[in-house]
């Protein structure tokens, strides 16, 4: 189904990965015991958190549409975007970031236990973003790595919405995590413009597949390995039981099968949209993961 261009420059596809503003929560609920449901003023102030990051990241997305429409209609898929295309205007769309980074704002002074924290990690997170958009993005490796700090800083603003410390094991995963998916985005934007690359996105030119494969090995058993050390942390087993380290094998499954999409079957292009449902044996991981989760939190070991 095709988006009404205002809608569509929003990206909100985009916005799946603001579930990581809601993994404070998910454990925290476990700790606080009972009823997850009645626990209604951590649930609200984490929904506006999240709400706050989806219009955050969509006022960057039509920033960086715009300051790259040019390139994109070289793109064989970015063409299609609003901007790109000429369905929306450079004014309308920056009048529309505008408000999204207004609301935004707003939205996240509400959502702290703290007056102002999560609000700072917002617009700390706008500002990481914008800067890349203008600059970081052309810096080879440093691109990836505000990717990787911008799924930091989701997962911090939720920590401070909840009122609670979030495990350094956690934290260490999630950046790994983000570093994974970040770089297997540039594998499939290699294999997907090949000797156009560098004329859509500089910096691929410095990028190899090789060097690609390497990295994202490297990182999904980084990210496996600190899952696993977080399930088994001393704190997290007091907390929370012993009960996480059975969901460690869905940890396992769910990125070799993102692994397996990158390198033999051009996926990866778009983590978004294997998350929300482009791979179905993924997407069941996932969500067999989230429930199982949910079993051992609330019902016990």
Known sequence: MTLPPLIATLRPHQWVKNVFVGAALLFTLGELGGDPLSHTAEITRVALAVAAFCLASSSIYIINDVLDAESDRKHPEKCKRPIASGALSVSKALVLSLICIGSSAWLASQAGTEEGSVLFVVLGYALLNLLYSLRLKHIVLVDVFCIAAGFLLRVVAGAYAVGRPISEWLVICTFFLALFLALCKR???????????????????????????????????????????????????????????????????????????????????????????????????????????????????
């Open 187 to 301: 594998h499939a934007e290699l294999e997907l413009l090949g000797d156009d690359s560098s004329s859509h996105r500089r910096n691929l030119r410095e990028y190899s597949i090789g060097f690609l494969n390497q990295s994202t090995a490297i990182l999904a058993a980084c990210s496996v390995l600190t899952y696993a050390m977080y399930t088994m942390d001393a704190g997290t087993v007091e907390r929370l039981g012993s009960g996480l380290i059975y969901t460690v094998p869905f940890v396992v499954f769910g990125i070799f099968r993102y692994l397996l999409l990158v390198q033999t079957r051009g996926g990866g292009g778009s983590p978004s949209k294997v998350l929300l449902g482009g791979d179905a044996a993924f997407a069941l991981n996932g969500i067999l993961w989230f429930l199982t989760t949910c079993g051992i939190l609330f019902l016990g070991d």
